[in-house]
């Protein structure tokens, strides 16, 4: 796959973090993904909350699996480390990078069919042992790279592109997430950068497994009538229905919304997804209050958004669980990582 490199071009006057970098030097190389992806904003609210918090680039290990939303990571902050798995195995190769050195932070960049189908198991056991990195969930109820069949999010009575209509039910990776003990769990979506970015530097922050479930419709396969995750704008002028394979240009759609209000986002065709924010008096400590209060919007057709869940104390954060060195494994002496011959055939007695 190749990337076109953004030139490198600044204008002097840029602001700068408190380690002296511009936002232009947390970005990637130019995104290859259809225009108006959703993604494309998420991309831009990681390069804005790594920028804010002044992380350095090459403390930042950012992975991904197979899909559009796994290209995201060759979108920002290039001085990073980057590694892109195989299908739906992002979560294990986190977990020994991380075990290696937990001096570094960890973004696992997914899509709904990278995590949710092929990839479940692996995603499930990042949540189980509480690795300390922040997963985000590309969420837009399409295989999009395969021309859009439903993935496992894809809401009962959703219409493919082609008419299909999905009967089967979806999972919901925030209530999966709670019911799995993860301590901190949100949900956004791609246009609401306001609250986007803050949830991306609280989950960076968090220490241990942070879940962003981020709404993030695809202009190619979800614009169409019947669809319920599709990212769209109030148009000016009909747009006719064109060939498959011709993605037009489409305008990033941004909302702005109160806490505790709802708002429809229209899609292209008039149908919409109804977002409803979290009221300020939302208590995300209390995990059964949280549980229901997300079923109950679901019954009503609505997807709330912020921090979700949130347990302030990880006793069973994954480096206390297992007790690794506080040093990174490169950097530990040989004698510490060398038991020796008596120490090793003690440890092999106990499998015989």
Known sequence: MTFIPKPKIAHPSLPRNELGLTRREYEGALSTLCAGCGHDSITAAIIEACWGISMRPENLVKL?????????????VSGGHGFNSVHGRMPSIAMGANAANRDLYYIGISGDGDSLSIGLG?????????VNMLYIIENNGVYGLTKGQFSASADIG????KGEVNQQPPIDPVLLAMNLGAGFVARSFSGDKAQLVPLIQAGLKYPGF???DVLSPCVT???????????????????????????????????????????????????RVVLRKLAEDYDPTDELHAHDYVQQHIAKGEYLTGLLHCRP?????FHALNRTPELPLNQLPFE?????????????ARYR
């Open 64 to 76: 991904s699996g197979i899909g559009c939303s796994s290209k995201t990571t060759a979108y920002f």
């Open 122 to 130: 692996q995603f499930c056991h990042a949540i189980r042992r509480n």
């Open 158 to 161: 959703t219409k493919a592109k």
């Open 210 to 212: 942070a879940l962003i």
């Open 221 to 271: 396969f979800n614009d169409h009538d019947g669809s319920t995750k599709s990212y769209a704008f109030t148009r000016e002028h009909y747009e006719p229905v064109v060939e498959a394979d011709f993605v037009p240009f489409k305008k990033e759609i941004a909302t702005d919304y109160a806490a505790g209000e709802a708002v429809p986002v229209m899609l292209h065709d008039g149908s």
């Open 313 to 317: 104390t990880q006793d069973t954060e």
């Open 336 to 348: 510490r990582l060398n038991p020796g011959s008596k120490q090793l055939g003690k440890l092999m």
